[in-house]
């Protein structure tokens, strides 16, 4: 059995690597890293980044991380196909270095929160898996902003940019809700009165881009800085919170 450690990077930011990523980097006879075309290029070279000072003694594999068929009608079949192909890609990095007896793959943020990693792994199979937590987007996010994630006593709810534009904000929901995974700016569709939204993109890295304020007056200027700032870099990775009612203040 190979051992696979999932090692959670934070969002872009080398700091954010905490002394046990450091640890399992140090001891990997391989790290995989992924290739996103590119546009992305640079999410490969800081992964390659963080190999080079952690790692310098292991292997390298890159692949191409295959793409999602959005077109697919049935959401959840084409995620399991993409699931599977990327599966097969790992088989094939890892396969091609039959020697490496302990794999890390550097992952974006954590793969606990809105990642697949976890999934793949199982799907791959073959492995023994230890994860190494990272800093979340949403935990870099109310740092920036400087703010708690949760009014006082309150819930949150975490959800995805599609879901908050195909079900709206449901009645019985919580007050806050954290949104991943919104490339639409969903909140567009929302009824913005009372609403107020604290955003981040690049989180933690030079390019950071933070907005925050009343829904009506602030959405339109982020639809605007997410648009320019995606054009200019070629991607863009985001996040935010929403919070109505009448306790807006974080």
């Known amino acids: 059995m190979i051992d696979l450690s999932l090692i959670g990077i934070g969002s872009g930011n080398p700091e954010h690597l905490t002394l046990?990523?450091?640890r399992a980097l140090g001891t990997a006879d391989l790290v995989l890293i992924p290739r996103k075309g590119a546009e992305k290029a640079d999410l490969a070279e800081l992964r390659r980044a963080i190999r080079a000072e952690h790692s310098a003694g292991a292997a390298t594999a890159e692949f191409d991380l295959p793409e999602r068929d959005a077109a697919r009608p049935d959401y959840r079949a084409g995620v399991d196909a993409w699931h599977a192909e990327i599966a097969r890609a790992w088989q094939a990095a890892i396969g091609a270095h039959p020697d490496a007896r302990r794999v890390a793959l550097l992952v974006w943020g954590d793969p606990s929160l809105y990642d697949s990693t976890l999934r793949i792994a199982r799907l791959a199979?073959?492995?023994?898996?230890?994860?190494?937590?990272?800093?979340?987007a949403p935990q870099l996010l109310t740092a920036a902003h400087g703010i708690p994630l949760n009014a006082v006593g309150a819930p949150v709810l975490t959800t995805t940019g599609r879901r908050l534009r195909d079900a709206g904000w449901p009645e019985d929901e919580p007050d806050t809700v954290v949104v991943m995974l919104d490339g639409d700016c969903a909140f567009r569709h929302l009824d913005p009165d009372g609403v107020s939204i604290w955003w981040g993109a690049f989180l933690g890295m030079p390019e950071q881009m933070l907005r925050a304020g009343p829904l009506a007056t602030v959405g339109?200027?982020?639809?605007?800085?997410?648009?320019?700032a995606r054009a200019r870099h070629g991607w863009i990775m985001d996040t935010y919170i929403l919070r109505r009612g009448t306790d807006r203040e974080a």
Do not use: Q, S
């Not at 199979?125 to 979340?136: Q, S």
């Not at 339109?220 to 320019?228: L, Q, S």
């Open 20 to 22: 046990a990523a450091i």
């Open 220 to 228: 339109p200027e982020i639809v605007t800085a997410r648009a320019d």
């Open 125 to 136: 199979g073959g492995f023994n898996v230890t994860v190494v937590p990272g800093l979340t």
